[in-house]
């Protein structure tokens, strides 16, 4: 059984540039959640998703960031007009629709290093 | 709201030697409790959780944790640190809500000498 995957696991931007960040669940999960580490910083959430829905986007900063997870497809991150403050590790997480004993297990994919220059 | 404290940056210890490694949190609701280990370059591996039930919880790699309500603590131990547990720690709760989002700390790194 595959793990959360993430696609690339390094990104180099020129500031102004777009990053999409890319994330496949596990198998048989369909809730995604997306955190920020900044350089010697825990975990900073960002976004919950489930298919098609936006569940909880409080972490988010208002602009130049956006999320989906389509039908069909891994889940997106996108940052529009990358700057400097942007370079971090997004790591991806996911969780089953159904959680036995209400387990809160999340599991991590190995992150995408952004790096903007 | 709910936060995480972990105290110290950085541990060291000596292979063998008992590892401490704390955490306090803040949550206005009963929290579940969470100790993750990430390895340079990799993503983050559960290490063990607290949802309910008893307060001494047991993970992988012989670590253990102690969920102490009345010291809103979750410290992390293990009797007996090994080469490969060097790596950084952090502790993460979510609360008994309907939201899932996780908190964590800061973090700590674990050194081990030989």
């Known amino acids: 059984n595959a793990g959360v995957m993430q696609n690339p696991r390094h990104l180099v931007r020129r500031r102004g540039q777009e990053a999409r960040l890319r994330c496949s669940p596990m198998k048989g999960h369909s809730h995604v959640y997306w955190y920020r580490q900044l350089p010697e910083e825990g975990l900073k959430f960002m976004v919950y998703l489930q298919k098609e829905n936006i569940i909880d986007e409080s972490g988010m900063p208002k602009e130049r960031f956006s999320a989906e997870f389509p039908k069909e497809g891994p889940s997106i991150l996108r940052i529009q007009q990358v700057v400097r403050g942007d370079s971090a590790a997004y790591f991806c997480?996911?969780?089953?629709?159904?959680?036995?004993?209400?387990?809160?297990?999340?599991?991590f994919g190995p992150g995408t290093r952004l790096t903007v220059t | 709201a709910q936060s995480v404290t972990q105290l110290g940056s950085h541990v060291s210890v000596s292979e063998g030697a008992l590892v401490l490694l704390r955490c306090n949190y803040s949550s206005s609701v009963p929290p579940y409790l969470f100790w993750y280990v990430q390895y340079p370059n990799q993503g983050l591996q559960l290490l063990l959780k607290?949802?309910?039930?008893?307060?001494l919880v047991k993970g992988i790699n012989g670590f253990e944790a102690e969920f102490k309500k009345s010291e809103t603590s979750f410290h992390l131990t293990k009797p007996s640190a090994h080469m490969s547990d060097a790596a950084e720690y952090f502790c993460a709760v979510t609360p008994d809500t309907g939201r899932r989002a996780l908190t964590f700390g800061s973090g700590t790194r674990l050194q081990v000498q030989p």
């Open positions: 997480a996911s969780s089953p629709r159904t959680d036995p004993g209400d387990r809160r297990e999340q599991y």
């Open positions: 607290y949802t309910t039930g008893a307060t």
